[in-house]
């Protein structure tokens, strides 16, 4: 019985390990990537399990890219979108693995930086 006082101790326990685990399965990774014009793909960043990404160009000589995220373990790919100005671009993604965020810049800056946010 949940009033019970014997079960209270048992009970804070649970609820700390519970808040515990959740803690420790929240991770963000991001880096500003720089990336030569024409070189291809590069990669950025590399996280377990995304559950969202998010991607920016900084400046316009950077214009067009592409990104993809590329699961290397099986040559997996999620992507390419393909972007010609500076708003951030965010995905929900529910992907199991390692995925690495990969950027190919199309511009004639060279190179061009990138802001990569993975979670």
């Known amino acids: 019985m949940l009033g019970d006082s014997r079960h209270l101790p048992r009970l804070c326990l649970t609820a700390v390990a519970g808040l515990l685990a959740l803690a420790g399965s929240a991770q963000a990774a991001s880096t500003n990537c720089n990336v030569y014009a024409s070189g291809g793909y590069a990669n950025c960043l590399s996280l377990g399990n995304p559950i969202a990404e998010q991607v920016k160009a900084f400046h316009t000589s950077g214009l ?56």
Do not use: K
């Open 64 to 119: 067009p890219y592409r990104f993809q995220l590329s699961r290397f373990s099986d040559g997996a790919r999620w992507g390419y979108w393909q972007y010609s100005n500076l708003d951030y671009h965010v995905f929900h993604l529910a992907l199991a693995g390692t995925w690495t965020a990969q950027v190919d810049n199309l511009g004639s800056g060279s190179p061009s930086a990138y802001y990569v946010e993975m979670q």
